[in-house]
């Protein structure tokens, strides 16, 4: 059928039109049960439930869905085939998941679009489509929706300028002053009527609770108006202060929205308190102007009687909600339970054993960010899914470790069959930087002895650059000062980074020491903090969230010194993971600058690559070279993201780490001192809060300790045996000695490093080394047709999770 609609639009667009709709009404059960569909190429309004909607995605011409430009104009297929993931019936209901494969005659080449398909039998027993979800396979793309365009420090300037002028015109009244003119400057201001409908409804008002012009929102503010006659004026009480606390904010692209409560207080100490939303639009001299205002006063403390809800035999839509409501807080406690450093892989496996039907009957489940197996029949794919760390999944990260702060599911369409409950819509994860992603999703679910469960998931994120290609709109070109940014935010990041850990780490050395003597404090700053703000750094700066992401790293032990895992990442920038026992955290090394010398930037598309150098200036004076190469993708904000990245010493360079010589100290004598005198140091410390709590006999057994462990410290280190990197991290020892490791330890066995050459021209060739080893490629038949690629070549030893990449002998 597709087909043929193909080439009959080719010779007639409006027989085509024609032909659509016969072989719509032929294929989908439109008349005879509900039907939902989510067309591949639809932003706007990407959830059809009308026969006119589905016509339309696939030939266009329908002024109601004015992007649709027709899924079948313009092709030149000839053949198109189903590969099935896997099929489920459901009594009355059956479901399919799987790619559909459409070729070109002239180049052979297949396009692939992964489907959801569900079937109900008619009278006459065809099988008739109630269920169609269609997506692109997953890629590198962005789909947050966050803008940059309004800030959440631009909304809370507008609502502290909302409760400051109420305050204000308060006083004016009060005064006798000008309130009147006051009040009208204030709607005028804060609301949006001059640029479009504004919606208000104030939480004193009964008779006319809704007011849609400028005049009802004047009267509730200052009163005195015939035509309102409840309204005794808001803003005239007067009110000497109030507080705004928002429970929950969205921001969009050109609009914001603000949920919470609020309380104002008079002089004489009375209150009231009103639960609100704010909606927000910005106009064109770049000021938050009100478009949606609700309030409501609260409820509390009266008896709601509600009747007892009659049980159900069959799904029903609250029962539905219910079910994903389970889901997305499972999904965010997975997340809160590995910031804990708690059993999360337990977590997620309740998730799936709680929410899905892996146990009672055939399940089909097509993760969002999943490109090598992203169709899965198992319950461990599931789990793999939501926690990574399975080697038959090597690409999964783990989606519910980001962590997610909240996550929610909004149903824009419903279809209710027997026991076979489905559903189509947005969900939307935001984490603790405020970022939001926002996914298109269907769902089926099913009752059991055992509750509402899934046993259809399909997941996907709008890969909104590729439905752009396809709507023929051309997105602006990026520009070299994108990548100067960028690299000034990574260098930027390191020095504050290294800045808190520093800080961390004389804490913890003086905590052995009042560990030891019993009085030890808790404090704000730690190495969780730590481990949080490296995390965000990498999330912020680096694509793991948008898809694979190689790192080259210094000074890691030889089997680690590749890695694909934001974990990895982490562990190099701060160290502490035993997974990589030789990092020692490279910004915690005392840098205070950092400066990119490019040698050289390429742009290609929506693809930038970087080569240079980089100079680390630390605290006493030294500086440290770095060579690297940088390639950068964009997100749909336009922000440049970090896919790869290789660091190395320079050829020759007269130091093996960028820890030797840290403070330019010799060893010798003066090592011996500066040791002995931290050792007493810190002996001393200790003494005093012990004998604060009167303990003054240790004294001198303290002193003594602190000396006699510095020198053996220091014959152990400086004469003895010199551990190498591979053997592990290393550990400060009871808060008296240098949280950095001693000069002259090595770092390892060597970083092979190799000559880039020049790379001026960046075709689609690989560049070879002066070893003969393939050092960085950019090519496209490494399974991404149409993008640039990357792959490090000739590894023997590398990560566990980087097999599932691609090499370059």
Request: glycine share 10%; charged share 20%; hydrophobic share 40%.
């Amino acid at each position: 059928g597709i087909l043929r609609l193909r080439q009959l639009y080719a010779e007639s667009p409006k027989a085509a039109k024609k032909e659509a709709a016969t072989f719509v009404t032929q294929m989908y059960g439109h008349g005879l049960k509900p039907v939902i569909v989510k067309p591949v190429n639809s932003t706007s309004k990407p959830f059809r439930t009308t026969k006119d909607g589905v016509i339309s995605s696939l030939v266009g011409g329908y002024e109601e869905f004015p992007e649709d430009k027709g899924f079948v104009v313009g092709q030149f297929w000839d053949k198109i085939r189903f590969d099935n993931a896997g099929i489920s019936v459901e009594g009355p209901q059956a479901l399919a998941m799987g790619n559909c494969f459409f070729r070109d005659p002239v180049t052979g080449n297949e396009s692939a679009l992964e489907y959801t398909f569900g079937y109900f039998r008619d009278k006459e027993g065809h099988l008739r489509i109630n269920l169609h979800f269609a997506s692109a396979p997953y890629q590198n793309h962005s789909n947050r929706t966050v803008s940059e365009d309004i800030t959440s420090e631009e909304l809370n300037a507008a609502q502290k300028s909302f409760g400051d002028t109420i305050v204000d015109i308060g006083k004016y009244y009060k005064k006798g002053w000008s309130y009147k003119e006051h009040a009208l400057m204030f709607v005028d201001r804060m609301f949006a009527y001059d640029l479009g409908p504004v919606l208000f409804k104030p939480a004193e008002a009964k008779k006319h609770p809704f007011r849609l012009d400028r005049e009802g929102a004047l009267a509730y503010y200052r009163g005195m108006d015939e035509n309102y006659p409840e309204d005794t004026g808001f803003a005239l009480r007067p009110w000497v202060r109030y507080d705004l606390e928002n429970s929950a904010v969205i921001l969009q692209e050109k609009t914001a929205f603000a949920m919470g409560n609020y309380l104002f207080e008079d002089a004489d100490g009375g209150t009231t308190e009103a639960q609100y939303t704010f909606g927000y639009v910005k106009d064109e001299e770049g000021a938050l102007r009100i478009h949606v205002f609700m309030a409501s006063i609260p409820a509390d403390g009266e008896d709601l009687k509600f009747a007892q809800e009659p049980g159900e035999a069959n799904l029903t839509e609250m029962t539905m909600e219910a079910a994903q409501l389970t889901w997305a807080k499972k999904l965010v406690e997975v997340g809160n339970r590995y910031v804990m450093k708690g059993d999360y892989h337990e977590v997620a496996e309740e998730l799936v054993d709680e929410c899905y039907a892996f146990s009672l009957r055939p399940t089909l489940f097509k993760p969002a960010e999943a490109r090598l197996s992203p169709f899965r029949t198992s319950r461990a794919g599931a789990v793999s899914y939501f926690a990574g760390g399975d080697k038959n999944f090597p690409e999964d990260w783990g989606f519910a470790l980001r962590p997610w702060k909240s996550a929610r599911l909004s149903t824009e369409a419903a279809v209710i069959h027997g026991t076979q409950g489905l559903v189509m819509g947005h969900a939307y994860f935001d984490d603790a930087l405020g970022i939001q992603r926002k996914a298109e999703f269907a769902m089926g679910f099913v009752k059991s002895s055992q509750g509402v469960r899934i046993n259809l998931h399909h997941t996907h994120f709008p890969n909104y650059t590729e439905i752009r290609r396809m709507q023929q709109a051309p997105p602006r070109a990026l520009e070299q000062y994108q990548v100067l940014e960028a690299q000034k935010e990574w260098g930027n990041g390191i020095v504050e980074l290294g800045k808190y850990g520093r800080k961390v780490l004389e804490l913890e050395e003086r905590d052995e020491v009042e560990h030891f003597v019993g009085v030890h404090q808790e404090h704000d700053v730690n190495r969780s903090v730590l481990w949080r703000r490296a995390a965000d750094f990498v999330d912020k700066l680096y694509a793991f969230t948008e898809g694979p992401v190689m790192l080259k790293v210094t000074e890691a032990s030889p089997g680690t010194r590749f890695r694909t895992t934001r974990l990895g990442a982490v562990s190099w920038l701060i160290g502490g993971n035993p997974d990589f026992p030789a990092d020692r955290g490279f910004a915690l090394r005392p840098w205070n600058q950092v400066r990119f010398d490019n040698a050289k930037i390429s742009i290609r598309g929506d693809k930038a690559q970087a080569i240079g150098s980089i100079a680390l200036l630390d605290d006493p004076g030294n500086e440290r070279q770095l060579e690297y190469v940088f390639c950068y993708a964009r997100d749909l904000d336009g922000r440049l993201r970090i896919e790869v990245a290789h660091l190395a010493l320079p050829y020759g360079a007269s130091y093996r780490s960028m820890w030797d010589n840290i403070a330019g100290e010799a060893t010798g004598a003066a090592g011996a001192v500066k040791y002995a005198a931290k050792g007493v140091a810190g002996a001393v410390h200790g003494a005093v809060g012990l004998a604060s709590q009167g303990g003054t006999g240790l004294w001198v057994l303290l002193a003594s300790v602190g000396v006699t462990a510095a020198f053996v410290y220091y014959f152990v280190c400086a004469w003895g045996a010199k551990p190498g990197a591979s053997q592990g991290s290393f550990m400060s020892n009871a808060g008296a000695f240098p949280s950095y490791p001693p000069q002259g330890w090595p770092a390892g066995d060597g970083f092979g490093q190799s000559q880039m050459g020049q790379m001026a021209s960046m075709g689609g060739s690989g560049y070879r080394a002066s070893a003969g080893r393939t050092s960085y490629a950019q090519a496209g038949g490494l399974g991404f047709q149409g993008s640039s690629s990357y792959a490090y070549g000739n590894l023997p030893q590398r990560d566990q999770q980087v097999h599932s990449l691609k090499y370059l002998s």
